[in-house]
Antibody, heavy 114, light 107 residues
């Protein structure tokens, strides 16, 4: 069955970096674009980034442009989100999801705090 | 900027019909999806392409579209339908945008 599992969350100080991973299984990963979506505590969903199936094009929400980088390794069926210069407002549960947003992981919590 | 506007809350009694709207200029040219999210859980896709239902989603959930507004209708809402609902659309610059979410109360 289709499954995506996020990992890599944790507590990090403002200004530091963190890399999230999303391991995919149950489908041909290299055929699908992938999203990152986040949800701050008690808040709504926010779309963060999208990468096309082959990594050729990448798109970001304005608030993370220049700080976050979405990437993928199709040989490892894994999606990544490199987060640099983290801020308090980046504190959230980060979800990965397949391109039609039909399959989501359970999320990984990132807390940015000193 | 791209924005989708939803009511913050909707309340119905069990068995009644609940309607949740989502408005935004982008909906005139792009289709919408609807997600249900229960506390502590990941979102679940309920409707795509404005009115299509994924397999496994009860047929009491339906979607419609008119101009710049899409509507999620829950016919005969049940207590277990109580959740947060979010609309979503891709934008014409290849990004995505979610509505602010609607808390549905069924009691």
């Amino acid at each position: 069955q289709v499954q995506v599992v996020e990992s890599g969350g944790g507590v990090v100080q403002p200004g530091r970096s963190l890399r999230l991973s999303c391991a995919a299984s149950g489908f041909t990963f290299s055929h699908y674009g992938m999203h990152w979506v986040r949800q701050a505590p008690g808040k709504g969903l926010e779309w963060v980034a999208f990468i096309e199936f082959d990594g050729g094009n990448k798109y970001y929400v304005e608030s993370v442009k220049g700080r976050f980088t979405i990437s993928r390794d199709n040989s490892k069926n894994t999606l990544y989100l490199q987060m640099n210069s983290l801020r308090g407002e980046d504190t959230a549960v980060y979800y990965c999801a397949r391109d039609q947003l039909d399959y989501w992981g359970q999320g990984t919590l990132v807390t940015v705090s000193s | 900027s791209y924005e989708l506007t939803q009511p913050s809350s909707v309340s119905v009694s069990p068995g009644q019909t609940a309607r949740i709207t989502c408005s935004g200029d982008v909906l005139a040219v792009k289709s919408a999806r609807w997600f249900q999210q229960k506390p502590g859980q990941a979102p679940v896709l309920m409707i795509y392409k404005d009115n299509e239902r994924p397999s496994g989603i009860p047929d009491r959930f339906s979607g419609s579209s008119s101009g710049t507004t899409v509507t999620l209708t829950i016919s005969g809402a049940q207590v277990e339908d109580e959740a947060d609902f979010y609309c979503y659309s891709a934008t014409d610059n290849n990004r995505g945008v979610f509505g602010g979410g609607t808390k549905l109360t069924v009691l």
